[in-house]
């Protein structure tokens, strides 16, 4: 599977933002798939996931949580990220990415496949 983030952009704090990840390929349906993000002089960290499963299982990390959401669309092969109340410290170059298999994990060494990133400013 291919993918292809965008969506990225500056705004200011408290503004929102949706990425979206486009696939293409034979598989998508039946892979988890997940956002990471990468800030500057930091380690790419897992920001939300969500299953190949009947109910669409859905994590975030914490920091995330209240303010992120994740959906998928199989049928257009597209994953979504929606941000609200965004924050300076969610300055980062976000990254879409397909899992192994049909779970979504926080480790970003399950994944198989990676987007090349859009980038994400928000100014205080």
């Known amino acids: 599977v291919q993918l292809q983030a965008s969506g990225g952009g500056l705004v200011q704090a408290g503004d929102s933002l949706r990425l979206s990840c486009a696939a293409s390929?034979?598989?998508?349906?039946?892979?988890?798939m997940g956002w990471f993000r990468q800030a500057p002089g930091k380690e790419r960290e897992f920001v939300a996931g969500?299953?190949?499963?009947?109910?669409?299982?859905?994590y975030y990390a914490d920091f995330v949580r209240g303010r992120f959401t994740i959906s998928r669309d199989n049928a257009k092969k597209t994953l979504s990220l929606q941000m609200n109340s965004l924050k300076p410290d969610d300055t980062a170059v976000y990254y879409c990415?397909?899992?192994?298999?049909?779970?979504?994990?926080?480790?970003?060494?399950?994944?198989?496949?990676w987007g090349q990133g859009t980038l994400v400013t928000v100014s205080s």
């Open positions: 990415a397909a899992s192994k298999g049909p779970t979504a994990p926080r480790d970003a060494t399950w994944y198989a496949a």
């Open positions: 390929g034979r598989t998508f349906s039946d892979r988890g």
């Open positions: 969500i299953s190949w499963s009947a109910d669409n299982t859905i």
